[in-house]
């Protein structure tokens, strides 16, 4: 079961991987960004490495190394969405509005920050 306020240190400090509020961004995002209802969003997301449990600071620097955007465009249309001819591009276009919405929904249902490095 996924959760916030995961704590992993390394040689580099420490991260607060807010894995429940990570989990719940993706999802919604799916929900506005692809257009599927939240039961399917929350399976998508379920069924993927977002879901499962993480050891150590590398697992966490691992999702934070792209934005949610990529984790939800991968899980919907298979990784390499970008690369065929589906339209989606590899980042977001216009990077303000998306994240405008990024804050719309970490705020309208009270997520925390996924990553919070130390």
């Known amino acids: 079961?996924?959760?916030?306020?995961?704590?992993?240190?390394?040689?580099?400090?420490?991260?607060?991987?807010?894995?429940?509020?990570f989990c719940e961004l993706?999802?919604?995002?799916?929900v506005e960004l692809v257009g599927i209802s939240y039961e399917?969003?929350?399976?998508?997301?379920?069924?993927?490495?977002l879901a499962e449990p993480v050891t150590d600071a590398l697992g966490v620097a691992?999702?934070?190394?792209?934005?949610?955007?990529?984790w939800a465009m991968c899980f919907y249309y298979g990784n390499?969405?970008?690369?065929?001819?589906?339209?989606?591009?590899a980042q977001p276009e216009d990077m303000d509005a998306y994240e405008a919405l990024e804050n719309k929904i970490m705020e309208k249902y009270d997520l925390k920050e996924p990553f919070e490095w130390e």
Not at 1 to 21: A, H, T
Not at 26 to 30: A, D, G, Q
């Open 1 to 21: 079961m996924v959760r916030d306020g995961l704590v992993f240190k390394d040689e580099d400090g420490q991260v607060i991987f807010n894995q429940y509020s």
């Open 26 to 30: 993706v999802k919604h995002l799916l």
């Open 40 to 49: 399917e969003a929350s399976q998508t997301v379920e069924r993927s490495p």
């Open 62 to 70: 691992i999702f934070s190394h792209d934005l949610p955007y990529y």
């Open 80 to 89: 390499g969405y970008w690369w065929e001819d589906k339209g989606i591009p």
